[in-house]
């Protein structure tokens, strides 16, 4: 069995020719013509429950993912490999006058030619061994691999030993709905068919982890997500009376600096490094313009874990975020009296004091005196989405705010909570026998001796669907619900079949370049060439009795 480069670079440019953004109804043009190419085959065509759409759960797009199986029929191998990858792309709009062009390689890497590019990009068009577009990196190049292994093993099941199930999901760039719905899916084939998963491969993008690094790398495990967010209530006032109240907006500015890129809450686990916080939304909640200043912002940060648990993060942010409500009182009394010496008026401590919550602390509170809170919270939940807000993170806001006014308490506070989605941090570590022979075949399939060597690293550093095959211990989870507003009505997850399928992951994936960027490129050569054989070697191991 060998898979064919070219055949590979073909389908990645028949894939990336669909524009299928993210939150769009055309991903399901992929999915299509995945299962046009599949189900032409006659594998295919005698085992038609093998190939199968799987509609997103509570997806007001209406979009799907598509499954497929191959079992050989060798012998009698129990084992089986699970392929999963994701056929949604960011959007294009970064292309400018070019976006036409965005989603056809061949012509856009030719117009490259007339542009002024940074030098790195200049020098790798004019090496003539990178392709340009949207999703060629990030990840038609690696669907294209995964679709032709499904078609090499259908071809002779007769002499293919195992199985190989594959999710070709939507939603990936968004809330990972594709993903989540073909968890169940999996768990019912598992069963159907006596499956014994061994892992679970992801053929998404990989890049250099610093600006000179020449490694090309094949990952164990995966980084996993969580997104603390911070409700901040001030005490409006008149501008023309700024000390008379307590801005929202600079507890959030204080938070930022405290928080965005500090690599001190970074974890660092069997020599792995998260990226540090980063800053993704910031605004304040005033409805309209007044020059009255702001009451109440949020703020949430894309948080990287390899083992810290959602407790583990509450507490270390609830410091972080006592401390700079402390710096602020401290910097506006410091500034109020300098400004009451300089006008010669009498002078008073500002009566501002930290008050920090988390979201369950304030659950309890309002609980005490409100039995049914969780049916109003929920019926609010349901109000809100029903006059039109889908957006996870809003409603999740919106629940905070609620239960702030149900709570009653007037005094400038920060409540701390999580905003979806979640994505577990899974380590192969070695624990048992099937993560010893992946750790195994993926440093047999190492070569640092070549110009450009490949190693094996622990925890895929991108968000990724591997996230949903395994889960932390129970009070990670029970942590994390109590602190994540409508978890279980806006946001949920299959947590049991989650825990059924408990799986080692890896990631090996195309080598490219500036992924969500005008400039995504893939190089050729190692991603279609030499990658490929690293995949099929790893699975064929995997699946050998």
């Not at 030098?119 to 990178?130: F, M, P, T």
């Not at 095959?469 to 949920?492: C, K």
Request: aromatic share 8%.
């Amino acid at each position: 069995m060998k898979l064919d480069g070219d055949r590979i670079r073909e389908l990645t440019l028949n894939l990336v020719g669909i524009r299928s953004v993210v939150g769009t109804i055309e991903e399901n043009r992929v999915s299509e013509r995945i299962q046009e190419i599949l189900g032409a085959m006659p594998y295919f065509r005698e085992n038609p429950d093998h190939l199968f759409y799987v509609e997103n759960k509570d997806d007001p797009t209406g979009r799907k993912s598509l499954m497929a199986m191959v079992r050989g029929r060798k012998d009698n191998n129990p084992k089986g490999v699970v392929l999963i990858g994701h056929i949604d792309t960011v959007g294009t709009s970064d292309y400018g006058d070019l976006e036409e062009l965005a989603t056809d390689p061949v012509a856009l890497t030719e117009q490259f030619r007339q542009l002024e590019l940074p030098e790195r990009v200049k020098d790798d068009l004019e090496s003539g061994n990178y392709l340009f577009g949207r999703g060629v990196l990030d990840m038609k190049s690696g669907v294209s691999i995964l679709i032709h292994l499904l078609e090499e093993a259908a071809k002779d099941p007769e002499n293919f030993s195992g199985s190989l199930v594959a999710a070709f999901v939507s939603d990936e760039e968004g809330n990972s709905r594709g993903m989540l719905s073909c968890v169940p899916e999996l768990v019912k084939l598992k069963k159907q068919y006596g499956l014994d998963y061994q892992m679970a491969l992801d053929t998404d993008y990989t890049s250099t982890r610093t600006l000179m690094d020449p490694n090309r790398y094949l990952y164990a495990g995966t980084i996993g997500k969580l997104m603390p967010s911070f409700y901040i209530v001030g005490k409006e006032t008149h501008v023309g009376d700024p000390f008379g109240g307590l801005d929202a907006n600079e507890i959030a500015a204080e938070l930022i600096r405290r928080i965005n890129l500090n690599v001190d809450l970074s974890d660092d686990v069997m020599g792995e490094v998260t990226v540090p916080p980063v800053t993704l939304r910031l605004r304040d909640l005033k409805p309209e313009y007044s020059v009255q200043t702001n009451r109440d912002s949020y703020v949430y940060f894309n948080f990287a874990t390899h083992d810290s648990t959602p407790s583990e993060v509450l507490h270390r942010l609830m410091h972080v975020a006592n401390d700079a409500f402390l710096d602020v009182i401290e910097k506006l009394n410091r500034q109020y009296l300098s400004f009451t010496e300089k006008m010669d008026l009498p002078h008073k401590k500002l009566p501002w004091v930290s008050k920090v919550y988390t979201y369950d602390e304030v659950y309890d509170a309002v609980a005490a005196k409100m039995p049914h809170l969780r049916e109003v919270l929920d019926q609010h939940a349901r109000g809100l989405m029903d006059n039109g807000i889908t957006d996870e993170r809003e409603v999740s806001l919106h629940l905070v705010k609620k239960l702030h006014g149900l709570w009653g308490k007037k005094d400038p506070m920060i409540i701390l909570y999580f905003s979806p989605p979640y994505y577990p941090h899974m380590a192969v570590s070695g624990k048992n026998e099937v993560e010893k022979k992946l750790i195994r075949t993926l440093k047999d399939l190492s070569d640092e001796t070549l110009p450009n060597p490949i190693r094996f690293r622990k925890f895929y550093p991108y968000i990724s669907d591997l996230s949903y095959f395994s889960l932390p211990d129970e009070a990670s989870v029970t942590d994390l619900r109590r602190n994540m507003p409508g978890f279980g009505i806006s946001y949920t997850l299959p947590l049991e079949d989650i825990k059924e399928l408990s799986l080692p992951v890896t990631n090996i994936g195309p080598y490219g370049f500036d992924a969500h960027q005008f400039t995504e490129r893939i190089e050729v050569d190692y991603s279609f060439y030499r990658l490929p054989d690293i995949v099929l070697k790893t699975v064929l191991q995997m699946l050998e009795e």
